[in-house]
Structure formats: C-alpha cells, structure tokens
Nanobody, 126 residues
Framework: VQLQASGGGLVQAGDSLKLSCVASGRAFGNYHMGWFRQAPGKEREFVAAIRRSADATYYADDVKGRFTISRLNAKNTAYLQMTSLKPEDTAVYYC????????????????????WGKGTLVTVSS
C-alpha cells in the first residue's frame, strides 16, 4: 500500500490542525494505521494508532486528550486531528500501515509498520 500524508503547516500554539493520509494500492481496510513524528535532532516517536476496523485507538501519553486518530475506509484515508498544539509538537509527521497480527501489543513500535508515507511538516510557533 502506498501512503501520502498531507495537511501540515505553520500554526500558533493553541491552534488546531488536521492531517490526512491517503492510501492507494491494496485494500486499505486490511491495514492498521499509525502516526509517528520526528522532531529535528530526535528519534522518530509514536503518536497514535488505530486498528483496521477502527474498534480501538491508541495514543502516546503526551498527545492523549489533544489528538484524535480516525479513519474512513470508504475513502482510503486516515486522519489525525490535532488540537491545543504546543511548540513541542513541531515535527515531521508520518503515517504508516501494517497488517501484523500482533498490532494490539506492538502498535507503538515503528519497526512493526511496513509501509510509510512521506512526512508532512507541522510547525507550531509560541
């Protein structure tokens, strides 16, 4: 599956932004989806994930309550709604897909994902 993330931009602290990840190729509904981010000089880190049936979602502690992951299988698209943005949310955001059977226990691990989109830059000014 090929992935394309979009929706990044420059916003002020406290603003909201919604990222989209459009999939093409194989059936999108077969894949669990994740969002990761990488800030300058830092390792890529887990942000949020959603099961292929959308019956479970997972979040990193520092975005819980502010970010919401969702998906619309009919549109081959996953979303990341980000609210109350902080300067420390500044990063390149990547969407990723996996079909692993161990997703529920390994959703946070980047190595568990086999397809990645090019990132979209989110910059939050103070």
């Amino acid at each position: 599956v090929q992935l394309q993330a979009s929706g990044g931009g420059l916003v002020q602290a406290g603003d909201s932004l919604k990222l989209s990840c459009v999939a093409s190729g194989r059936a999108f509904g077969n894949y669990h989806m994740g969002w990761f981010r990488q800030a300058p000089g830092k390792e890529r880190e887990f942000v949020a994930a959603i099961r292929r049936s959308a019956d479970a979602t997972y979040y990193a502690d520092d975005v819980k309550g502010r970010f919401t992951i969702s998906r619309l299988n009919a549109k081959n698209t996953a979303y990341l709604q980000m609210t109350s943005l902080k300067p420390e949310d500044t990063a390149v955001y990547y969407c990723a897909a996996t079909s692993t059977a161990s997703f529920s226990s390994r959703y946070y691990h980047a190595g568990n994902y086999h397809s990645w989109g090019k990132g979209t830059l989110v910059t939050v000014s103070s």
